[in-house]
């Protein structure tokens, strides 16, 4: 099974950015995480990140192409405004999560909106980088 976990603006600045909110591990902990629980669960996961929409916009749209049977994504701020992202994903049928580290419920009213979540199977949030770990499982569990 081949998965792709998409992580928006800012998520490279993991441990350097808001400590209190996002913690102390760094992006390269979460890639890490990530691929042992790749080998564990016996699939390929990819991972990619980018501060800019066109560009992850164009790697939702690479998933329709490449064998991608699953996609986690955390949208960063993106979640909130962007319909253009929110399109790419309603357009590629495989399971998708929404993940959020933090718990946006919790926080200001803006993050409280996700245009993103209506075209996604499931949300995660508040579950530090765990969440991701368990949007892996809820795909692997969808599709298996």
């Not at 998409?6 to 993991?14: A, E, K, Q, S, V």
């Not at 399109?87 to 926080?107: C, F, G, M, N, Y």
């Amino acid at each position: 099974m081949k998965l792709l976990v998409i992580n928006g603006p800012n998520l490279n600045f993991l441990g350097i950015r808001e400590k209190g909110i996002y913690g102390t591990q760094d992006y390269n902990a979460l890639l890490d995480m990530i691929q042992k629980k790749a080998q564990a669960s016996g699939c390929e996961i990819i991972c990619f990140q980018s501060n800019h929409e066109g560009a992850i916009i164009d790697r939702i749209q690479e998933a329709y192409f490449d064998g991608t049977e699953g996609i986690i994504i955390n949208p960063g701020a993106y979640t909130h405004y962007s319909y253009a992202i929110r399109d790419a994903l309603a357009s590629i049928v495989v399971p998708k999560v929404e993940i959020h580290i933090s718990d946006i419920t919790q926080r200001e009213e803006f993050r409280r909106i996700s245009v993103t979540k209506e075209v996604c199977d499931y949300q995660i949030y508040g579950q530090g980088l765990n969440g991701y770990l368990m949007a892996i499982d809820y795909i692997l569990s969808f599709c298996r």
